[in-house]
């Protein structure tokens, strides 16, 4: 029997860049907002019990720029504001970050599919009240309208506070209501 000469071949290392480091990063951070919100809303049990609830239609601005006795449009606290909003079939995310110092992100139960990132303005009431709990939010229109969506803030039933951002990508999404939360950065 004739001996097995060993072979060796040279190693090949595969160093990933740095931009390929960050975005393995930044995708490993979004899966595990994802299944946070997710165990959040309640899981499957909570999923469940969204889809035996009546949906409310769908809030017009008109009636949002009212309710609680709220003209968030002569408001004179405004700042600017980058988000991301994406929807992933029956789950959808959103996070903002503020020009001046707040961070935020919320989740909901609602049909959808895309991502878009963008620019915009938050109008506000007063941060210690969307500080003070959890705000209720929902959106209105869709990235595919326009271009961009306007978020609506409540507390307590009463607006305080709407986002209006357009941006890149491609949304379609209905029957987005859920919970946000703020926080001072």
Avoid: C
């Amino acid at each position: 029997m004739a001996a097995v000469k060993a072979v060796s071949r040279p190693a090949t290392k595969v160093a990933a860049t740095e931009k390929e480091k960050k975005d393995l990063i930044l995708a490993t951070r979004r899966g595990l907002s994802v299944l946070r919100g997710i165990e959040k809303l309640g899981g499957i049990s909570g999923y469940q019990k969204w889809l035996a609830t009546p949906q409310p239609a769908t809030l017009s601005p008109n009636i949002l720029q009212t309710k609680g006795g709220v003209a968030l449009q002569d408001s004179p606290n405004t700042t600017a504001v980058a988000g991301d909003f994406w929807a992933a079939l029956v789950y959808e995310g959103v996070e903002l970050v503020t020009s001046d110092g707040h961070t935020g992100e919320g989740y909901a139960w609602g049909v959808g599919v895309g991502y878009m990132d963008g620019l915009g303005v938050l109008t506000y009431t007063d941060w210690d009240t969307l500080l003070s709990k959890e705000n209720d939010f929902y959106i209105a229109g869709g990235a595919e309208e326009a271009g961009g969506i306007t978020i609506f803030f409540l507390v307590d039933g009463n607006l305080v506070a709407n986002a209006t951002l357009a941006g890149d990508g491609l949304v379609g999404a209905i029957g987005i209501d859920g919970t946000f939360n703020w926080k001072s950065s």
